[in-house]
Nanobody
Framework: QVQLVESGGGLVQAGGSLRLSCAAS????????MGWFRQAPGKEREFVSG????????HYADFVKGRFTVSRDNAKNTVYLQMNSLKPEDTAVYYC???????????????WGKGTLVTVSS
């Protein structure tokens, strides 16, 4: 079992930045790929970013490329999502995910955090 706890969400103006953190715990946490999904009101959950176990391979959805950066600190069992140049359309609940492989399909995720709300005002 892997437990995930997100933090760092909040209210920010358009053009601003936030950094989300996700602390993982559990015996096998450090051996899982990790990632971020988001879900806006009335919309389906969608892939944002993923990172391999080593941290050497990262993936991004097209709509965040060049603005968001994912990283992980395996010594702390923590993954981060640095979000810059935020837009109102980035408003959503952001969920941390963990699994055996990076996947863009929510159905392929093994573990979820409870989410943290990011609100971007115009």
């Amino acid at each position: 079992q892997v437990q995930l706890v997100e933090s760092g969400g909040g209210l920010v103006q358009a053009g601003g930045s936030l950094r989300l953190s996700c602390a993982a715990s559990g015996r096998t946490a450090s051996s899982h790929t990790m990632g971020w999904f988001r879900q806006a009101p009335g919309k389906e959950r969608e892939f944002v970013s993923g990172i391999s176990v080593s941290g050497e391979v990262t993936h991004y959805a097209d709509f965040v490329k060049g603005r968001f950066t994912v990283s992980r600190d395996n010594a702390k069992n923590t993954v981060y999502l640095q979000m810059n140049s935020l837009k109102p359309e980035d408003t959503a609940v952001y969920y941390c995910s963990a699994g055996l492989r990076v996947t863009i399909n929510p159905a392929g995720v093994n573990y979820w955090g409870k989410g943290t709300l990011v609100t971007v005002s115009s």
